[in-house]
């Protein structure tokens, strides 16, 4: 038996077939919809994102806020420094060990967020793979981007096609096990049954049309350069953000920290957010659309509370 599968809950099947999910694009409203789900039903929320893993990366994340977590429990934030490293693999292990718990506790879980291959990993698992080779690791790691897209998209054409072309993390992943092994990273995916044990009626999708969605993405990007977003990435520099290749790349710090360095002006810089957070979204919206089974949401369709009404219904 594999570590993962050792530290994985025994209750997993019921663990997901109970559970509450609700994902979507950046800006949708997912965690407002989370709340109003959570005081309604008695849940606890555990987060599926990716970058509120790390302390300090509060305002360009949207972490939930202070008054928020004291309204309702949340789980999977502030788990890690910004210099240290932190891995799918680590986020479903500890995710699902939260989820346990609160399931002990008697109430129910909501996961919600917007970072696809986590929500893959809850379901299916993570893929085992090779071990990390620290010599191709390092050399990877020091390899562009945009190098690193290319090698992978000539030698697992496959694989390239669900990777984010900026997403480095999964990038240098998937070329070392593909140099280790000469197999598709792809062919290390596990337990794809899984999904038929979560309830696609309660595996909710947020959706809003293009320009709502777009207007709604370059409101936040205002809000959150008002609430201090390139004082935050000062403050994450200041302790190692830039040594972090996952953390460094994230969407808005990347433009943030050309900014700082004297690349783009300011105005410049927010409308680079803007747009990369745009298409951002649209990956995300494609994504959810079409990797796992759900019930989409059309959130201009009416008020939360009434929206909440209609999905509770059995």
């Known amino acids: 038996m594999s570590a993962a599968m050792e530290n994985q809950p025994s209750n997993l099947d019921s663990l997901l077939r109970s559970a509450f999910w609700i994902a979507g694009p950046t800006a949708s409203g997912k965690s407002q919809l989370a709340l109003k789900l959570a005081e309604r039903m008695g849940c606890e929320i555990i987060s599926?994102?990716?970058?509120?893993?790390y302390r300090g990366m509060d305002v360009g994340t949207a972490k939930p806020s202070v008054d928020e977590?004291?309204?309702?429990?949340?789980?999977?934030?502030?788990?890690?420094?910004?210099?240290?490293?932190?891995?799918?693999?680590?986020?479903?292990?500890?995710?699902?060990?939260e989820a346990e718990k609160v399931q002990q506790r008697g109430r129910r879980i909501i996961f919600?967020?917007?970072?696809?291959?986590?929500?893959?990993?809850?379901?299916?698992?993570?893929g085992n793979g090779p071990p990390s080779d620290p010599n191709i690791r390092n050399a990877l790691e020091i390899m562009p981007v945009e190098d690193l897209f290319s090698e992978l998209k000539e030698k697992d054409p496959l694989t390239v096609k669900s990777i984010d072309p900026h997403n480095k993390r999964r990038l240098v992943r998937a070329l070392e096990v593909v140099r280790i092994t000469g197999a598709s990273f792809t062919s290390f995916k596990t337990d794809w049954k899984r999904s038929e044990l979560v309830d696609a009626s309660r595996f909710w999708v947020l959706e809003h049309s293009s320009s709502s969605l777009r207007n709604r993405i370059d409101e936040r990007v205002e809000?959150?350069?008002?609430?201090?977003?390139?004082?935050?990435?000062?403050?994450?520099?200041?302790?190692?953000?830039?040594?972090?290749?996952?953390?460094?790349?994230?969407?808005?710090?990347?433009?943030?920290?050309?900014?700082?360095?004297g690349k783009t002006s300011r105005d410049t810089m927010?409308?680079?957010?803007?747009?990369k957070t745009w298409q951002f979204a649209k990956r995300q919206r494609t994504w959810f659309r079409h990797q796992i089974k759900n019930r989409p949401v059309n959130m201009e369709a009416d008020r939360p509370e009434n929206l909440l009404n209609e999905l509770l219904k059995t």
């Open 48 to 53: 599926v994102d990716s970058m509120q893993v």
């Open 270 to 275: 927010i409308q680079w957010i803007k747009t």
């Open 112 to 126: 919600c967020g917007g970072t696809g291959f986590y929500f893959q990993a809850l379901i299916h698992g993570v």
């Open 69 to 97: 977590r004291s309204r309702i429990p949340h789980h999977m934030l502030d788990l890690a420094e910004i210099h240290e490293s932190y891995d799918v693999a680590k986020f479903r292990r500890q995710a699902l060990l």
């Open 223 to 261: 809000a959150m350069m008002k609430s201090g977003w390139i004082q935050e990435t000062q403050r994450l520099i200041d302790s190692g953000l830039k040594g972090n290749s996952t953390a460094s790349q994230a969407i808005g710090y990347r433009q943030i920290i050309e900014h700082l360095e």
